[in-house]
């Protein structure tokens, strides 16, 4: 195995641990808030309103979870990092601009979630009503079960394109290889 391909795996197992650790915040912060306001919306026929509350419950677990990704990711997550990238990246503006590409997957994450709920809810037939029936007094009841698989393999499907964006933008426009 040559030089290079061993520091590409070493990159890709940082940038997982490090998207693993984000998404466990991430996962811990929305899974509670989905608890808190489950049911809030009972009887609201309004889906994309619904949704529209998710999305805000999504972006406080990005706003959670985006600082941690970032210090880690600056410090250790790509290591053969042009210099002017490095010293950028470390920087009020390099901040904004990780944080300015991690939103972008936040909002393609969003269409993916609207779909998955969407899918859950009213296109399959299987009346899953994510947004509303999440809560922790049910999902461990056994009443809950189909809930929280529904939520988890939604969150997951989101979490793995937004991991593989996340990588892309960091790689190719952030942490640019030395030439």
């Known amino acids: 195995m040559t030089q290079k391909r061993k520091d590409l795996l070493a990159e890709l197992f940082r940038f997982l641990v490090i998207g693993v650790y984000g998404t466990l915040i991430d996962l811990a912060v929305e899974g509670w808030m989905t608890s ?7 009887g609201v026929s309004n889906h994309i309103a619904v949704f529209f ?18 210090s880690l990711t600056t410090v250790w997550g790509f290591k053969n990092v042009r210099e002017d990238d490095e010293a950028k990246a470390r920087t009020f503006k390099g901040t904004l601009r990780f944080a300015f590409w991690a939103f972008l ?15 859950c809810l009213e296109w399959s037939g299987m009346g899953i009503d994510i947004l509303n029936d999440f809560s922790f007094n049910t999902i461990f009841s056994g009443e809950g079960t189909k809930v929280l698989w529904a939520w988890l393999t939604v969150f997951v499907i989101r979490t793995a ?3 593989v964006w996340n990588y892309l933008t960091r790689k190719f426009i952030i942490y640019r290889a030395k030439d």
């Open 161 to 163: 394109v937004t991991m």
């Open 53 to 70: 509350i998710q999305f805000l419950i999504s972006v406080i677990g990005f706003i959670v979870a985006t600082p941690a990704s970032w």
């Open 36 to 42: 808190l306001f489950s049911g809030w919306s009972k």
């Open 105 to 119: 997957a936040l909002l393609i994450g969003a269409v993916i979630q609207f779909i998955g709920y969407m899918t």
